[in-house]
């Protein structure tokens, strides 16, 4: 019946809406019966029992009031499920995106951007017809039936039967029909969400295929996945409209069924004019749940495909290492022992055995050819990846025993392309401490000789950076990128090749950072410029995963060992 055992369980987010749309809907099937009742009470006093005209005046009045009594339960209705819904809507994206970050980038590769996003908007959106429609519209066709069964049964059984046996035929039809537009709305979805992530890289990559005369060629491949989704959404909607065809004529057919037997006996005098006429104008509103239950189905659908995929990304589980030994003896602020990573689709290991102890408030440059596994190691400090073995220490305790948010605030990352968002300079360096003063921040940009810059623009500290940080250069984003780091104040900077892309000048800038640093803040810089392991007070070699040598720069390069043959080679 289009049910999701898991989509059920977030209406737990808002009880008592749910609850109230469906008592409202019975205050509406109540309200339907009693106005049916009346009408037949004042067609018949009219035409055949004689009323008299006070006496039908205050069934008038009270028809009045009963109408308005309907209208008010309908709106109550309307306005708890939507509610009910926007609550549901509005956890459900909290969570996913709560779980999305705690999968972290890992998952992130593996997946695409513009799907995720289509994911996380239109598909949740789409939920809204499934809990303000469809849900209490499947509770409700169970209900108002057997409450209009209840009534009619004592008025007339015969009525009752017909009505009986010709109700489940609505369910049964909407089963059938339902199987054929399950598949087509999930494969609709799919469409949908191809074409949002097609889309997005397109748009994002839209100056290189500028570049490569290739933005018309890509103007074809929209048209084309935009005609397939055309065609997909036209799939759907013909079995809707065919299955609303055939259950709006069953129901007729049932209606004329019913009428049928009732105009005969009435023919014949074997039924009354007043319960006669009453179980006629109720008949229509019988059948009423189960043809809007059947209209609503394929409205509940589209948002059944995208919870296939929400829960999807659920079932994936963010993996928790626990290492062997939950401490460490050692003084030094930072500790790896015996660590060892493999990709899965790797047949060695990136990282193997691999042991550093970094000494607080020191400079430490990790170095090494290119797959040494400097990247992975970087990957490992952050919790993006798990270990399958060894364990790392910060100031003697296990970085797994402490919760991914106690972890994250003391450590500060900036990374060879760092990110900034569509908004003012400001608001990009309050993500490193929201709670700091424009004092702070103008502190911030003067330690990475950014002040000048930002006080020569018309708008300062609200000056735009547009999307990524466009209307800066590449070391100005990775200068603001650096003073939001610092603005944090974590005791652990981690630099991933800041300064590999960077002109000479903005090098200099990074470098005199590095110097203002030194004996102040633990810092871990992945490095390949000779100047910034000139300045490091440790250097880290890393070959094939492993501790090749490590010490200060000037002793490395008095002896032939791996280092001084790899800068050998790289200069």
Excluded at 330 to 339: G, I, K
Excluded at 532 to 554: K, Y
Aim: hydrophobic share 50%; proline share 3%; net charge positive.
């Amino acid at each position: 019946m289009n049910l999701n055992p898991k989509l059920i369980k977030y209406v737990r987010e808002a009880p008592f809406h749910f609850v109230g749309t469906l008592l409202y809907s019975v205050g509406v099937g109540i309200s339907a019966i009693a106005q049916a009742c009346i009408l037949s009470l004042i067609i018949s006093g009219a035409f055949l029992d004689n009323r008299s005209r006070s006496e039908l005046i205050a069934l008038f009045i009270w028809l009045i009031g009963i109408t308005l009594l309907r209208i008010t339960f309908s709106w109550l209705k309307e306005h708890s499920a939507y509610t009910l819904a926007y609550f549901v809507k509005a956890s459900l994206r909290k969570k996913l995106l709560h779980h999305i970050g705690t999968l972290g980038p890992a998952f992130l590769k593996g997946e695409r951007t513009g799907e995720l996003s289509a994911t996380l908007t239109e598909g949740i959106e789409t939920l809204d017809a499934w809990f303000s429609e469809y849900l209490p519209q499947l509770f409700l066709s169970a209900i108002i039936p057997i409450l209009f069964l209840i009534v009619v049964f004592p008025a007339d059984w015969l009525s009752g039967l017909v009505l009986l046996l010709t109700a489940p035929i609505i369910p049964v039809l909407m089963l059938l029909i339902g199987e054929a537009a399950k598949s087509l709305t999930q494969k609709q979805f799919l469409a949908l969400s191809r074409l949002g992530a097609h889309y997005l890289d397109i748009l994002q990559g839209l100056l290189t295929l500028k570049l490569f005369g290739k933005s018309k060629s890509q103007a074809q491949e929209i048209a084309y996945v935009s005609n397939l989704f055309r065609h997909k959404t036209m799939g759907v909607l013909k079995v809707a409209f065919l299955s609303a065809f055939a259950l709006e004529m069953t129901a007729t057919i049932a209606t004329a069924v019913l009428a049928v037997q009732i105009g005969v006996r009435l023919l014949y005098a074997k039924i009354a004019f007043e319960p006669a006429l009453f179980i006629l104008i109720l008949a229509p509103e019988f059948y009423m749940p189960l043809r809007l239950l059947g209209s609503r189905f394929h409205a509940g659908q589209e948002g059944l495909a995208a919870a296939l995929r929400i829960f999807a990304i659920f079932d994936q589980k963010a993996t928790q290492y626990i290492p062997n030994e939950k401490s460490n003896r050692s003084v030094a602020c930072l500790t790896f022992q015996n660590v060892r990573f493999q990709f899965a689709d790797s047949q060695t290991p990136a990282l193997s055995g691999l042991s550093i102890q970094l000494e607080e408030n020191k400079i430490h440059a990790i170095a090494g050819p290119s797959g040494a596994g400097k990247s992975t190691l970087i990957q490992l400090l952050l919790q993006n990846l798990q270990p399958q073995e060894g364990n790392i220490f910060y100031l003697g305790k296990s970085i797994y025993e402490m919760s991914r948010d106690a972890w994250q605030r003391e450590i500060a990352y900036v990374s060879q392309h760092p990110y900034l968002f569509t908004g003012t300079i400001a608001e990009n360096l309050a993500l490193g401490n929201s709670k700091n003063a424009d004092t702070k921040l103008w502190e911030a940009l003067r330690f990475v000789e950014l002040e000048k810059l930002v006080q020569s623009l018309p708008k300062m500290l609200d000056s735009p950076t547009g999307e990524r940080g466009q209307k800066l250069s590449g070391g100005q984003i990775q200068r603001l990128a650096l003073a939001r780091a610092l603005l944090k104040k974590a005791r652990l900077l981690i630099l991933d090749e800041v300064t590999s892309h960077l002109d000479l000048q903005s090098e200099a800038v990074i470098h005199r950072c590095l110097l203002k640093l030194r004996s102040k803040q633990t810092v871990l810089v992945v490095a390949h410029r000779m100047k910034t392991l000139e300045i490091a007070d440790n250097i880290i070699f890393i070959q094939n995963g492993q501790i090749g040598v490590s010490g200060p720069h000037h002793e490395l390069l008095r002896s032939d060992n791996a280092y001084s043959q790899w800068l050998k080679e790289i200069l």
